[in-house]
């Protein structure tokens, strides 16, 4: 029997996970990332804890895969830079490959997702599929006749695609990138703002007036209880989604968006706004037509699954 | 002896030729397409066209691949709409098949004419490529490993991409894409709006204060002679262009970029300006580092060859 392991990095917690043919999970550890303990620390807590799931017998192990946050050069298995953790061009799979005695494969975390999508989830049987992680930022998986669209290794960036030059700063530090506007951080960000500004909200009264207590999360909650302006917030937030949504949908004119992260937890009032905004701006309706945008099904372990499909992946490339 | 052929279906002209089996140009006919005659003459004259070069031996010839404007169904092979011919929703593959008595391929022209430039031009070499064409439009084909990305069939509509939703009206209908933004036709009307509200310009005396006779090529001229309003304009449309490009380097990572179109032929001037504003608008270096943005290679059969690559790639896929 062929086993597999797959590893999801995250800015708070490094999961690892055995899996055998099926993808059925043999064995599951996690601990803390701790990023602030440095690079190297968080590199040698990540190889101890993929040690605990190694298998007995080393010729059962086809491969492990890793995915990490960020930009990374997959195809030489180099992070470029992780938003929350403090790598910065460290040539990860070279690293674990050579502490664990195994081949190692880097995946952006949003690639193994969609992958983990595509196979398992909400984008089972499509040929051609998109997943987008709402999340802290917003990341992607392209899946285009059932492969991976990665190019020369740093593809499916979907969060940074320009919507609007003239809007506000990135994360990566450029301008106007759909993560800028539609992101969690961009809608906690525009609601403090806002509300600085003067706008009134029932928001104000959930954080007792502390603006630095609002994020998506407050904002979601208070959209879904009947607060206008942050319904307004996640509806704006719905149309840019939407309109990088059309750009795709013109690019890839997959079949079908699967929708995870934690600001899609929002529900129907996010998804009808994107809905309706990827409709209103594709050039003919046939590519929003049987083109349903629907929620990711897979939990939290969605990435480490999908490292794990990367292995096979690259097995079978 | 295998052969191939291929045509292009222009606003203007309808083009065919056939092929050998290294892309040698064996024959080649061209007419007019006198589009206001309406949908049914002018696929009567393209099935006149076609017939004439015909392989004498039937069993020669591997099949018939047809390039066509505009958004289309190339799977089923069905034309939705097409922006200088009178065609909406036409199963044409199939009426050509008939005709002939041959399988034939429909391609989008930018794809097919992408498809051409990675195999026998300026992408030669490459695995992962983008070929835009800057022209009264703004079309693209997409290259992933080698393999066209057209999705169901509708993708690789780079020139509507949305790049600023607060920009003009599209040749499609919508707001803002990249087309309506960095066009030929979106240079010329942004010049004749600039003009009619006063601004000044050596333009104004090329063409005897008619603006009516202002067009992207009057403006590459002016620009190309030190035009200081026509430098500006031609710029402009660069940055968009760049800011595009910057979309697409986060989402396939290509090796190359081939533009081409008659807007392209503006040279230097146009493709600093692109070049720039891609590497101001990306994440990281990266992605715009080892990316040249190079001119198409191929001239004006560029579609013409990329249509009878269709065929072949069919018969591999």
Redesign the interface.
Known sequence: MATTIGADVGGTLLRAARFDDDMTMLERVERESLAEEGSDAVIDRLIELLQQVLPEDPDELAGVGVAVPG?L?SVNGIV??TPNLPWRDVPLAQILGDALGYTVRLGNDADTAGLAEHRLGAGKGTR?MIYMTISTGIGGG?I??G?L??????????G???????GPQ?G???FG?LESLASGTAIANIARQRLAAGAKSSLLDSVHGDLKKISAKTVGEAALAGDAFSIELVQEAGRYIG??I???M??????RFVLGGGVTRIGDLLFDAIRQSAK?????P??AENTPIVPAELGKDVGLMGAAILVEAHEHG
Chains 1, 2 share one sequence.
Not at 149 to 158: A, H, T
Not at 250 to 255: A, D, G, Q, S, V
Not at 280 to 284: E, I, K
């Open positions: 930009p050069d470029l830079k051609h392209i285009d006749s492969r669209i990665i190019g020369g290794g740093l593809g499916g960036e979907v940074h695609i320009t919507v609007d030059p003239n990135c990566c530090g450029q990138h309109i990088g059309a750009s795709l013109h690019l890839f004119n997959p079949e209103d701006h594709v050039m003919h046939r590519y």
